[in-house]
């Protein structure tokens, strides 16, 4: 299924961690019992589309070969197509040969990349023969090496110049379905990520969407003093935030308080 980018404004993407290591230990989901009601559970408290992610990108994360992070994406999207097959899928990859595995033999509708094509010489060129929509996030280096490199000459300027870049040539390659994500906790200190999200209306200069993601990151949990377990409601917080300063979709462990915030951020505007 195809995403709707009319219907943007704004949405909330809902997380399926199909990994043993993710950050946030009650996301992960292995079994076939788990994933299934994980799914049907997304759904249900108003996923607007689901995010399937089968190699964990936290700081430090172990690296994960391209023919495992496929065998876990088979295993999880078969179920969840299964379970849901009028879901809206996203699939978190830097890969391209898992991008189009995944978008020609399991009906995915986006491809989420934190590395913009930074980590796949090829994804541009695939993800432009597929036609499907595209997610380009910031990061510096990879997730083993990011938090090393959180030097900026000018912070969000320099973003802003990185998604410029990528975007032109992903124009040049036909490549029109673009949305952002300025990559809360990817290559930014605490500090850099607040700083960014006090800025985040900037990124509209793009006319493009707008994709954050805080759910339960250290972002918060460092401010807070709080466990993952306990960082939901710093995460509601800097999400209601963002929409105000601009943000299009929400990217979250926890779907349900996203949508009331939606909600809640939607009767604002209108009254």
């Not at 796949?120 to 380009?136: H, S």
């Not at 960014?196 to 200069?205: A, G, Y």
């Not at 509601?236 to 979250?252: D, P, Q, W, Y």
Request: net charge negative; aromatic share 10%; proline share 3%.
């Amino acid at each position: 299924m195809k995403a709707n980018r009319q219907a943007l404004f704004p949405k909330v993407m809902g997380i399926l961690n199909i990994t043993p290591d993710s950050f946030f230990a009650d996301s992960r989901k292995q079994t076939e019992k788990e994933i299934a009601e994980r799914a049907i559970q997304l759904l249900e408290e108003g996923a607007d589309m689901i995010d399937v992610g089968s190699y964990s990108s936290r700081p430090n994360a172990a690296f994960v070969s391209e023919e495992e992070e496929m065998n876990r994406l088979r295993f999880g999207l078969e179920i969840l197509f299964r379970e849901a097959p009028q879901a809206v899928v996203s699939v978190d990859t830097f890969r391209a040969n898992v991008a189009r595995e995944c978008v020609e033999k399991f009906g995915a509708a986006i491809i989420n990349d934190i590395s913009a094509g930074g980590m796949d010489e090829k994804m541009f060129d695939t993800v432009a023969q597929l036609q499907v929509t595209y997610i380009i996030m910031h990061m510096q280096g990879t997730p083993q090496t990011m938090m090393e490199y959180t030097h900026y000459d000018n912070l969000t300027p320099d973003i802003l110049f990185y998604f410029t870049e990528k975007i032109h040539r992903l124009h040049k390659k036909g490549v029109q379905d673009i949305w952002i994500d300025p990559g809360f906790g990817f290559s930014k200190t605490t500090e850099q990520n607040y700083a960014v999200l006090n800025r985040l209306e900037q990124f509209s200069v793009f006319g493009l969407p707008i994709l954050v993601g805080f759910s339960r990151k250290t972002m918060i949990r460092e401010l807070l003093s709080v466990s993952p377990e306990e960082a939901l409601n710093g995460t509601t917080a800097l999400n209601m935030f963002a929409l105000t300063k601009g943000a299009h979709i929400l990217r979250v462990h926890d779907v349900k308080e996203a949508v009331q915030a939606v909600r809640m951020y939607n009767k604002i505007l209108q009254s």
